[in-house]
C-alpha cells in the first residue's frame, strides 16, 4: 500500500487537555480507526531553538518524544485536520512510504 509515514516530535511536558501530548496523539490516531501508532521515548535531542533536551534523572518533562504512523493519505490528512482543528503545535514529518504486512495472521 502507498501512504505515508507520519512522525511527531514532542516532549514529555508538554500536553494537550490535561494529557501528556504525545498520548494524546495516540489516542487521537486510535479514535480515528487508524491500524497503528508507536510512541519512542528518546535520550537526547534538540530543537529549532538548539536547546538540547534530555532525560534527566530527575526531570523527564524535558524528554523527547516521538509518535510514528504508517498510514493512507486520507488517514494523514484526517489526523493533520483533527490536530489542527484541536489546537494542537507539534512539528511533524510527512515522508511517503510504501507499507504493508508479511506473513499470516495469528
Do not use: C, N
Not at 491500524?35 to 534530555?54: K, P, V
Not at 493533520?80 to 499470516?104: D, I, S
Request: hydrophobic share 40%.
Amino acid at each position: 500500500m502507498q501512504g505515508y509515514q507520519l512522525s511527531f516530535f514532542t516532549q514529555q511536558g508538554h500536553s494537550h487537555d490535561g494529557q501528556p501530548l504525545a498520548e494524546w496523539i495516540v489516542q487521537q490516531a486510535r479514535r480515528l480507526g487508524i491500524r497503528g501508532a508507536t510512541l519512542f521515548a528518546a535520550s537526547e535531542g534538540y530543537g529549532r531553538h538548539r536547546r538540547l533536551h534530555s532525560a534527566h534523572f530527575f526531570d523527564l518533562a524535558d524528554q523527547p518524544e516521538e509518535v510514528t504512523l504508517a498510514l493512507s493519505a486520507d488517514e494523514a490528512e484526517q489526523l493533520l485536520a483533527a490536530l489542527a482543528a484541536a489546537g494542537v503545535r507539534v512539528f511533524y514529518v510527512k515522508t511517503p512510504v510504501e507499507f504493508g504486512v508479511l506473513g499470516e495472521e495469528e
